[in-house]
């Protein structure tokens, strides 16, 4: 390798914590190296540090597992019985699959350094198979549109405060929204919200939107990108591409003991 | 990524006269959990964006006035029928199944379904 290449590549690598850099220079960079670990079908992890610090673990080229100090990790996994019912299969899958897909999100929306590839033990992610990094990268893609299409309104860093008129005998909220209103101090953040949880970051941020909708929430300060026009939409089907050919993110419960049955 | 032992969580549904698309969207974010399809002019993800979309007004709905107790979703398409039924409440898993409405019978479809979700909590 060149000087002047061995120097383009530090300005690169650099470059990617320094303020006002381009987002979508950091997303391309990340998911480059990303991919070229999986064409490789590597093993090992891809440590992140910076403003988000945290790993990304693969396995033969696919996504084991990752975390992110930014997010919840997952609760400590119980090992149940191989003839346990379909719903107790999704359960166990969505608790390892939901903190890595929440990690993933993070580690590649918010500006950090990627140091090199390295070989890494793999945590126990008990009946989760892999996930093809193409699955991965259209299902953190389609929770970026979630969250860009309620960027005018909140994010997972916005702080929050309970409708003080609400009373208890009057309002219907699932058991989470009760769960996330009971939390609810001045000041709270969706962030803070899911740790205290220990759900998901994404869902508490998409749940507390839910109660601004029906006014039980309202945002404490200003708002992230300044008074907006009001509560935006928030629609699943508009954070879908329907361009052809694009993976459709699907967690495998394949690998739960029994679901073949 | 759709492998045989994933669509195997769904055969039940997919033993329907008229089936053609049946998946588990976790309705909370939006997030397909498994998937099997006999059709492939309907787009995956934009069906069950829409079933999490329309979860989303119903619990709207359901906060707001004195109903209680949501089964399932039927929206007929002159075609197609959706069937939306609430696997489970914690975590929101939602099943979607979109049948051919020329083969299918709606209530013996609707009977099936409920039938597989009382077995896949059980």
Redesign the interface.
Known sequence: MSQTSRFTRARQLTSTVLPGRRLDDYADQVTGRLRRIAAARGTGMLPFSGRSDGSIYFRDGKVAFAESTRTPGPAPHDPRAPDQPPLNKIIAILAIAEPTIDAALELLSVQSRFAKFRPSKIPDTGPVSDISLDALLAEVARRQRMLGQLSSVLSADTALARNPHIRPDTIRVSAVQWALLIRVRHGSTPRDLAWDLGRGVFGTTIEAYRLLARQLLSVAGPRPDGPGPGLAAMSFVRAVSVEKGETVPIINASAAPGCAD | ??????E??LDPVSDIEGFMLAC?V?A????????RKDQDDI????A???A??IA?VL??L???LPVDGLEDVMVTFRRQLYVMRL???????LLLVILDRDRANLAMARRAIRTFCA????
Do not use: H, K, R, Y
């Open positions: 990524m759709i492998l045989d032992e994933a195997a969580l588990l976790d909370s974010t939006g997030m397909i959990v498994a998937s787009s995956l993800p934009t069950a964006a829409g999490a979309d989303n619990s709207q359901t906060g707001e696997v489970s409440p914690e975590p929101q898993i077995s896949f909590a059980a």
